[in-house]
């Protein structure tokens, strides 16, 4: 089940079209699913618990439909909260062929943490997301891998399936190179008010060179800022 919203009222995206995908679509790969989730407390959360248990939404079907029906060039966000299509760590693959068909011509955009790298699943699911993600990006619907901090980030880039956005501690403000030599921009909106999704568009560039980061923020900011310790 998925809830679409045609114009959002979140101060950070912006009056866009955004949606909403059920908490099974998310992986266990993801640290942020025991903790550290942005979506996982406040207001967006109330309706993200509806949703995964099958109190509010529409059908995929019905959300691809809508998907579709949007004019020409439009900037949209999938998944305020979830993940790309397909329980746990597994994309359903034909479910995101027609999310990407129905894209055509629009300017969406998600986010995932759906596992891409050898060792984090079997090397059946590893192969098909990663084929799933790169076709995507490919086709005009930008799929944003999703890194837990700069090392992470600089694995990720290094598939070239997709462009990479990562992770940060909540208190970095300034844009930084990682390790590997990649330039890492933190996110506009994070910085100024009068910037937002739909004036950014930054995360809807598929082919762009440049790490996008988040800085951890949210009600469980302490645990996502442990999570980027973690994982350095």
Same mark, same amino acid.
Not at 17 to 40: E, F, I, Q, R
Not at 41 to 54: C, S, V
Not at 192 to 209: G, P, Q, Y
């Given at each position: ?7 959002s ?15 099974v ?6 640290? %942020? ?59 359903d693959?034909?479910?995101? *062929?027609?999310?990407? =068909?129905?894209?055509?011509?629009? *300017?969406? $955009? ?17 192969? =098909? ?11 005009? $619907? ?7 901090? %700069?090392?992470?980030?600089?694995? %990720? ?35 100024? =008010? ?13 082919? *762009?060179?440049?790490?996008?980061? $988040? ?15 973690? $994982?350095?």
């Amino acid at each position: 089940m998925v809830i679409f919203t045609q114009v959002s009222g979140n101060k950070k995206t912006g009056p866009i079209p955004v949606s909403m995908t059920s908490k099974v679509t998310c992986p266990d790969t993801c640290p %942020l699913k025991a903790g550290g989730c942005y979506a996982s407390g406040g207001p967006i959360n109330l309706h993200w618990q509806r949703l995964t248990k099958g109190a509010t939404g529409i059908t995929w079907k019905e959300f691809v439909t809508k998907v579709k029906a949007l004019p020409r060039g439009q900037l949209w966000r999938h998944n305020q909260a979830g993940d790309l299509p397909g329980q746990n760590n597994r994309i359903d693959v034909d479910a995101l *062929r027609l999310l990407v =068909e129905a894209n055509k011509d629009k *300017r969406g $955009f998600t986010y995932t943490h759906k596992p891409v790298i050898d060792g984090q699943a079997n090397a059946k699911v590893i192969a =098909e997301n990663r084929a799933a993600i790169a076709h995507s990006n490919a086709k005009g $619907f930008t799929v944003n891998l999703s890194a837990n901090n %700069l090392e992470h980030a600089d694995k %990720l880039k290094a598939l070239n399936v997709g462009p990479v956005v990562t992770l940060l501690p909540s208190t970095q403000t300034a844009n930084c190179v990682t390790e590997g030599g990649n330039k890492v921009i933190v996110c506009p909106a994070t910085q100024r =008010e009068n910037v937002t999704c739909a004036t950014c568009k930054l995360c809807s560039v598929s082919k *762009r060179s440049v790490i996008i980061g $988040f800085p951890a923020h949210g009600v469980s900011i302490k645990k996502a800022d442990a999570i980027v310790e973690k $994982f350095s």
